[in-house]
């Protein structure tokens, strides 16, 4: 025979209440001592009827049991408010970052000439003045740049020029060493071969103009 299901709910008879309390206690009670014995638990159970009587079961001490989850309880209470104080910190935390976000687009805005219509004298007054300052000091930095670059242009000596040349020659295929020397040996042929020339002309002519008198 399939066993009804029982609706979680109060008993209205006193009597079926009765017994259904006694059955269930009694069960409720070795079930606790089965689950201290078999997983070496610490259980502690208090029960009191409607009428007030006490049953309980503890694998323990009972006192100790208490006062153990009393502990755990306040440190649990601690924990969780300590968490509510957190969380009500970084919700101001954002609140105020997200504030501080809009008044700075607002600004950045002001800057570039957006939303300027509602402005008032003395905030026009104050672009114009951040504006200016902005441009000295951009001003200033560019000339500062400008001078550091041609001063460390001017610096640059020749040797470290040839330095950095042969390397790039190298890096290309080509042999910084040889070339000097070629273009050395290249001039001076082109020089003997001009030299020659100018002799050869010289001496060129019909013999009765190199005999006459």
């Known amino acids: ?10 008993i209205e008879n006193a009597t079926s209440r009765q017994v259904t309390f006694s059955k269930r206690r009694n069960g409720l009670l070795k079930k606790a001592y089965e689950l201290s014995v078999l997983c070496d638990a610490e259980v502690a159970l208090i029960i009191f009827s409607q009428k007030g009587r006490l049953y309980e079961f503890s694998s323990s001490s009972m006192q100790k049991t208490i006062e153990k989850y009393l502990q755990c309880a306040r440190e649990e209470e601690r924990s969780i408010e300590v968490e509510q104080r957190l969380r009500e910190q ?16 607002n600004s950045h805005r002001k800057l570039l000439g957006h939303n300027i219509g509602n402005c008032s004298m ?38 470290f020029l040839l330095e950095e040349n042969a390397k790039l020659s190298e890096k290309c295929g080509f042999r910084p060493s040889d070339g000097p020397a070629k273009h050395k040996e290249i001039r001076c042929h082109s020089r003997s071969t001009l030299g020659s020339e100018v002799v050869t002309e010289l001496f060129i002519g019909p013999p009765t103009t190199r005999n006459g008198p």
């Open 1 to 10: 025979m399939v066993r009804g299901k029982v609706q979680m709910r109060r």
């Open 90 to 105: 970084l919700k101001h935390e954002a609140a105020f970052m997200a504030r501080k976000i809009e008044l700075l687009e």
């Open 122 to 159: 003395e905030e026009l007054q104050e672009i114009d003045n951040q504006l200016e300052r902005s441009l000295k000091n951009i001003r200033a930095r560019k000339y500062l740049t400008n001078f550091q670059y041609f001063e460390f242009s001017f610096a640059i000596p020749g040797n």
